[in-house]
């Protein structure tokens, strides 16, 4: 289907790993990438299983799983699946939704050619992880 | 026409009421019919079948390909994969019917042709649909909901929405609603000699396009999506309706293809004006046409099921649905036909499923009414049993030649569950994002995939003591997985069920 409505959009916009793309970039990324809905409880990737994709959620909450245990929380504008994609490795954890859950899905094999078209984005991302990697590492330390 | 004529289902109370009469409604129906849940009602507002074949697609021809003649006979299993146009029957006479109505001037079928074929369907396998019978609104009462239509209340615990994908979907672009939509040009005549923006290069884009080439005197169209030319070289669209791309590609003949964000169309004169902004290119266009068409799309004319808690995806057009086609919100709602693309399985590698058009939706139907059966009625098919010897083989044919693992890949899988008792109980076909998710006992299952490169290959699903593993089989240059390799890897992945077999019946 072509064009999106403005909600679409204007969530995508909203969220801060998208704030340096012109609006014309954000109606591009909004034809080329959908959304898609989980209900509670749902898997939205898999532990072991290949080929899932990057997800940026635009509304609700995911557990992340591993082994059964739930290790974190995700929230509205957090993403996951991209370790996955940038190592070429199947998920270490599963993701779930913990309650309605709305996401931006961008399939594994476009991911890389998108960041390298938007380096915008990828440097947020990057801001993004070493802010996790540092938590991870206060955590443990 | 006689049996048709009838009126069946008078409003009252029902177990399961479907909606809608294109070959969504009718596949649910005719495969509801047979699994033996006592009231089933057929409801559609159309005065016959065939749904969106009475009228679309505008230009007349389908995109979907069925060869009258193919290496399996008519009517087999295996011949269903060659014939994508065709509904699915249990009985041998209600199957294949497409190509029976095809003069074979092309290998798709024209409008008229299919829309012949869905009628025959419907005479021949006895699908009752009560016709002029429009749904108008919904309420859920204690047993499960309230239709209310234009002939009176049905009440039901489970309900099917079988009602496309039809409804104008205008984007939301400043003065687009003065323009026509896609649907309003059949009339190619009119626009003899005039230069035209159509908004939107999808299907309905192309297609029209395509259409107006022989009178308009300029194409454009427009919107900020590039087109993928190495998903287009294997779109179905690639069959017909790619002449103004090629134009365009090749240094323009007067049709174009521009990424553009559409910021604003205006009335100017006896024209439009039309504002853009480059997505891969930097700037702003203005361009004048004489006349603007919006081929933006359809939604799913859901009516109220969004106030009842129906949650929608793709900007409110279509509703978000499970693995089983179930509203994700709202249990005992669930959706066929074309709008089943909106429960979009696991996605491997971005794949998506065939369930936007008839190959696809033709199975998801068909395993929907044997998950109503099983899921609310308590009614549960005859399962195949199978002998530790018989399973490899068994999985090796489906892998080979079963239509639905070939034509939803990555979608519906099969899947054999390892009975307590000894041996094997076949499962039947089920979506692979639910047998992935299933908790519990051990099973396994089979799909048809594409790779990381789009690569066709066999995959192998395990599920033993609570854990799944995935095995990816070898691809073939011939797509054959019907080899001593593939036996092979097959039995080694299997080993942990088939070992676990021999020592539960050796203890």
């Known amino acids: 289907m072509e064009a999106s409505t403005a909600s679409y959009v204007e969530a995508l916009e909203r969220l801060s790993l998208f704030a340096d793309l012109p609006h014309p970039q954000v109606e591009a990324l909004a034809h080329s990438f959908g959304e898609e809905v989980f209900a509670e409880g749902q898997r939205v990737i898999r532990q072991d299983v290949t080929g899932g994709g990057f997800y940026v959620i635009l509304e609700g909450e995911a557990k992340v799983v591993i082994d059964g245990q739930e290790r974190a929380r995700l929230h509205r504008g957090d993403f996951f699946g991209e370790l996955s994609i940038l190592t070429d490795e199947p998920p270490a954890a599963d993701v779930i939704a913990t309650s309605l859950l709305r996401c931006l899905i961008i399939p594994d094999n476009e991911l890389k050619a998108f960041l390298l078209k938007q380096p915008t984005v990828a440097y947020r991302m990057l801001q993004i992880e070493a802010r996790r990697l540092r938590a991870a590492n206060v955590w443990n330390g | ?507």
Request: with cysteine.
């Open chain 2, 1 to 507: 026409m006689e049996r048709l004529a009838e009126r069946p289902f008078p409003p009252g109370e029902y177990d399961v009421v479907v909606v809608g009469s294109g070959p969504g409604g009718l596949q649910t129906a005719y495969s509801l019919a047979r699994t033996g849940i006592p009231r089933c009602a057929a409801i559609s507002r159309d005065p016959a079948p065939g749904g969106m074949f009475r009228r679309f697609p505008v230009y007349q021809r389908l995109i979907s390909w069925t060869k009258p003649d193919a290496p399996f006979d008519r009517g087999t299993r295996e011949y269903e994969w060659y014939d994508h146009n065709s509904l699915v029957g249990h009985e041998r006479e209600h199957r294949a019917l497409a190509p029976e109505f095809m003069d074979r001037a092309f290998d798709v079928p024209a409008r008229a042709e299919m829309e012949s074929a869905l009628v025959a369907f419907a005479e021949r396998g006895g699908v009752r649909v009560r016709y002029d019978c429009e749904w108008l609104s919904t309420r859920r009462d204690d047993a499960g909901f309230v239709l209310e239509t234009s002939d009176g209340e049905y009440r039901c615990r489970v309900c099917v929405f079988a009602i496309g994908v039809t409804e104008p979907w205008i984007a939301p672009i400043p003065g687009l609603e003065t323009a026509s939509h896609y649907v309003a040009t059949n009339a190619p005549e009119r626009y003899q000699g005039k230069s035209v923006f159509i908004v939107g290069k999808r299907n309905s884009g192309f297609e029209v396009a395509q259409g107006l080439l022989p009178w308009a005197r300029r194409l454009v169209l427009g919107s900020p999506r590039p087109v993928d030319t190495a998903m287009l070289a294997f779109s179905p669209l690639s069959i017909r309706y790619l002449s103004p791309y090629t134009e365009h590609v090749r240094g323009g003949s007067g049709s174009y293809v521009i990424d553009a964000a559409i910021e604003r169309v205006e009335r100017l004169g006896d024209g439009y004006r039309i504002q853009a902004s480059g997505t891969t290119w930097e700037g702003r266009m203005e361009l004048v046409c004489d006349e603007v068409i919006a081929a933006t799309g359809f939604r799913a004319p859901v009516r109220d099921l969004p106030t009842l808690g129906v949650a929608m995806v793709n900007d409110g057009r279509m509703p978000a649905q499970t693995p089983y086609w179930e509203s994700l919100s709202v249990p005992g709602i669930y959706f066929a036909g074309n709008v089943t693309q909106a429960s979009t399985g696991l996605r491997k590698h971005g794949a998506t499923s065939s369930s936007g058009s008839v190959n696809g939706f033709r199975y998801n139907a068909r395993v929907l009414a044997g998950h109503i059966a099983e899921h609310h009625f308590g009614i549960r098919p005859e399962r195949r049993r199978l002998d530790a010897d018989e399973l490899v083989p068994h999985l090796i044919a489906e892998l080979a030649r079963a239509p639905e693992l070939w034509i939803q890949k990555g979608y519906l899988a099969r899947a054999v569950a390892v009975e307590d008792a000894g041996g094997f109980r076949d499962e039947g076909i089920v979506p692979l994002a639910d047998f992935v998710d299933r908790d519990g006992a051990d099973a396994c299952g089979v799909a048809v995939e594409y790779d990381a490169d789009g690569t066709i290959i066999p995959v192998v699903y395990v599920r033993r003591a609570g854990r799944l593993t995935e095995h990816a089989l070898p691809s073939h240059p011939l797509h054959d997985f019907d080899t001593d390799e593939h036996r092979r890897q097959i039995a080694g992945c299997l080993a942990p069920l088939l070992q676990s077999k021999v020592g539960t019946s050796l203890g």
